[in-house]
Each structure stands twice: as structure tokens, then as C-alpha cells.
């Protein structure tokens, strides 16, 4: 069994997320406070013992690996021949933006979602068409069907980016969702962008659906992107692969790849994902029952002891949001608040898009004394707002 429960000091080791002043707990990017899998580490050891650090091809056996993991845990098999490497799930974004729209075309996303969406579009003179999602009675995000097929039919949107499953709002789309988004997709000539970096992290019952294994018709309509780097903890080592099964436009995005040189690996990115793929499958269910536990205790904390805040209720991904929308303060300001008050650092619901603004997102891929301690912070700081 693997301990998640170790605390592990990550201050001044370059961290992203942990360059915080030293009365600091940052709960904001998605990035798990957790050592990653042993059988990953011995691999890199391994290339790095080896001394010799050349320009790489991705062999057979790393395409094998991609395959038999959604082949065992997401009940798909897609070809190796689908598959591309790349060096992220944000750079093959970019690169396909670039590659599939015109620059002032649409490209339709689903708000709230992951920020960085935002800038892949923006940044390459795109317009970001958003048909948000809808937060209903029960606390539970649905799509509004009506909105979306509208902006799909507008003639310059041309292409979708849909979040499956969805970050920040933590929904596993189900296979009739997704069917439904490729007919539409399909009649209104949309390609489909399915970034499913937190596909692997589900409660333990409950299994996402890769877009393009529900049917045909999204199959030959989709550019899917999966990663390692969520479900490992590895983003760093800047592994992806890109997964289409059509030819024509497998090519397109392929040439895109190339042009912008995201198509190389580092040294470490092969062995780390093969190690992962082949031997990671009871880590990451371990790692799954580990999250769960916590997202559980955050509901149960935040249900009996602050007052004004809610929990959305997401069995994906390991970030959970929470509906601040009774504590009177725009979530920009009150994560900028909660900070100084309490040194709790989580993600201003703002950037998302959408609803966002009455809601902040906390990560809880921690160990669970870290969690609580986290909790205690929002709860007084909510307190000193009121
Ligand atoms: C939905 C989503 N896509 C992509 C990424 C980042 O992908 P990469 O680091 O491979 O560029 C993240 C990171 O949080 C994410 O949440």
C-alpha cells in the first residue's frame, strides 16, 4: 500500500505551486502533494545512470503502453497507429488551434473551465465562444443543449474544446452527453478538441468515457489528448499523447506538431510513461480511494462547519469547487482575502469563465493532516469575512 498520507516539505525546490511565503498552504494548481510511483523513479534513475542523454525517437513499446492502459482502465483500445507523442496537453492544444481554425474563427469551450483554454485561443487571434454550463438546483452542472448547438452552428465557430472530464466543476460526461456533442459537432462541420489529462482520477466506481470510443462519428471528428502527468504527478517531465483516429486529420495536427517542434521527447519522458502505463494500474486505484476520502471529508466539513459555503459535487479530478456564492465577496477578492487572513492559498474561481466568480477551487491531492489543516484555515478565514 502506498502511503499518501506522508508529508512531504516542498518549499524552495523550484515548485510552482509551493514558492509561497513560508506561513503559506497552497491548495490552487493542479498538482498532487504525493511522490509519484516507485517503479517511475527506478526508470528515470535507470536512463539517468546510463549517463548518455542523445536526441530520442518514441519506440513501439511506448505507443503499447498508451494502448493496453485504456485498453485495461477506460475499456478502449485505440491503434497505435492513432497515436502521436508530444510534448504537453497545452502545446498540442495550441498547435491544433493553429492547425484546424482560421485566425477570428470560433473556438467553443464550456465555462467555468481550466484557464489556460482561455490563452491557447486568445493567444493565436481566436475568439473564445463559450456556452456556459449551468449549475442547477442540485448543485449538479448540465449543458444547455439549445445554447450550445447554436454556437455550433455559427458559421465561424470551428472547433470545440471540450474538458472530459471537466476541470474545474469536476463532471464525468456520460457516453450519451458525449454522443450528442459529436452529432452535434458533426453536423456543424466542429471538430472536437477532448483534453483528457483527468480522465484516470474518478471516484473508484466511477470510469469516464473517452469521447472518441462512444461511436464512430466522434471518433472520426476528434483530436483526444491524454498525459501521464496528472494521474502521476509528473507534469514536468512534458509527455502527452495525442490520440486520432481519423488519418486526414491525424496528419493535419501531426504536420502542427512538427512546425512547432512539440514532437521530440526528453530523455525521461518515455521510460517514466512506459513504467506508468505497465506498472501504475494499483497505484493509481489507491491513489483514487485516497482522493475520494478526502473529497468526501471536504464535503463533510464544509456541510457542518461553514456556514455559506457548498461543495459541487464532482466524481472527477482532484479539485473540488466550492460555491461561495453566500459570502457576499467576489471570489477574486476573496481569495486574495482568505490568503491574508489565514495564509490559505486556493484558485480565484474568476479565471475559469462563466459562474466562476462565486466560487473558489481548492485541491485536495494532499496528505489528510494537510487537508484538515487547509480546512480549518478556510473556515476561519469565511468566519473573518462575515
Ligand atoms: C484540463 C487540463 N488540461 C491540460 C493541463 C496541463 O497539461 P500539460 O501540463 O500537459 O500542458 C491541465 C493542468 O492542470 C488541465 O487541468
Redesign the pocket.
Known amino acids: 500500500m502506498t502511503n499518501f498520507s506522508e508529508l512531504i516539505d516542498r518549499r524552495h525546490t523550484n515548485s510552482v505551486k509551493w514558492d509561497v511565503k513560508d506561513n503559506e498552504l497552497p491548495m490552487w494548481?493542479?498538482?498532487m502533494d504525493f511522490r509519484t510511483l516507485p517503479a517511475i523513479v527506478s526508470a528515470i534513475q535507470e536512463k539517468a545512470d546510463n549517463g548518455i542523454f542523445g536526441y530520442e525517437e518514441v519506440p513501439q513499446a511506448y505507443f503499447d503502453a498508451v494502448q493496453s492502459w485504456y485498453e485495461q482502465e477506460h475499456d478502449w483500445r485505440p491503434e497505435t497507429d492513432w497515436m502521436i507523442f508530444?510534448?504537453?496537453?497545452?502545446?498540442?492544444?495550441s498547435s491544433s488551434v493553429r492547425r484546424l481554425t482560421n485566425v477570428g474563427d470560433n473556438v467553443l469551450i464550456q465555462a467555468p473551465?481550466?484557464n489556460?483554454?482561455y490563452n491557447s485561443i486568445l493567444n493565436n487571434g481566436r475568439h473564445v465562444l463559450s456556452s456556459d454550463l449551468v449549475l442547477d438546483d442540485q448543485d449538479t452542472y448540465h449543458i444547455d443543449w439549445e445554447d450550445l448547438e447554436a454556437k455550433m452552428a455559427e458559421p465561424l465557430t470551428t472547433m470545440m474544446i471540450l474538458?472530459n472530464p471537466?476541470?474545474?466543476v469536476g463532471m464525468i460526461w456520460s457516453a450519451e452527453a458525449l454522443a450528442r456533442i459529436g452529432e452535434l459537432a458533426a453536423k456543424h462541420h466542429v471538430v472536437v478538441l477532448s483534453?483528457e489529462?483527468?480522465g484516470d482520477i474518478t471516484a473508484p466506481d466511477k470510469g469516464y468515457v473517452p469521447f472518441a470510443s462512444v461511436n464512430q462519428t466522434n471518433a472520426q471528428n476528434s483530436v483526444t489528448?491524454v498525459?501521464p502527468?496528472?494521474t502521476f504527478n509528473v507534469?514536468a517531465l512534458?509527455?502527452?499523447t495525442v490520440i486520432i483516429p481519423n488519418e486526414a486529420l491525424r496528419a493535419v495536427v501531426n504536420r502542427g506538431l512538427n512546425t512547432d517542434e512539440l514532437a521530440e521527447p526528453n530523455s525521461f519522458a518515455v521510460p517514466a510513461t512506459i513504467a506508468a502505463y505497465t506498472q501504475g494500474h494499483q497505484w493509481v486505484h489507491e491513489l483514487r480511494a485516497y482522493v475520494e476520502d478526502n473529497k468526501q471529508t471536504v464535503a463533510k466539513f464544509v456541510a457542518e462547519s461553514i456556514p455559506g459555503v457548498k461543495t459541487v459535487a464532482g466524481d472527477a479530478?482532484y479539485?473540488i469547487w466550492l460555491d461561495t456564492s453566500e459570502v457576499g465577496m467576489p471570489s477574486d477578492k476573496l481569495e486574495q482575502f482568505i490568503r491574508k487572513e489565514t495564509g490559505l492559498y486556493l484558485s480565484d474561481g474568476t479565471v475559469y469563465g462563466g459562474d466562476g466568480r462565486e466560487f473558489l477551487r481548492m485541491n485536495v491531492a494532499c496528505p489528510k493532516e494537510r487537508l484538515m489543516d487547509g480546512l480549518n484555515r478556510l473556515k476561519q478565514g469565511i468566519a473573518a469575512v462575515k
Do not use: E
Request: charged share 10%; net charge negative.
Open positions: 494548481v493542479a498538482d508530444a510534448t504537453g496537453v497545452v502545446p498540442t492544444i473551465v481550466y489556460i483554454f474538458c471537466h476541470n474545474p483534453d489529462i483527468h489528448t498525459s502527468s496528472k507534469a512534458h509527455a502527452a479530478t479539485l
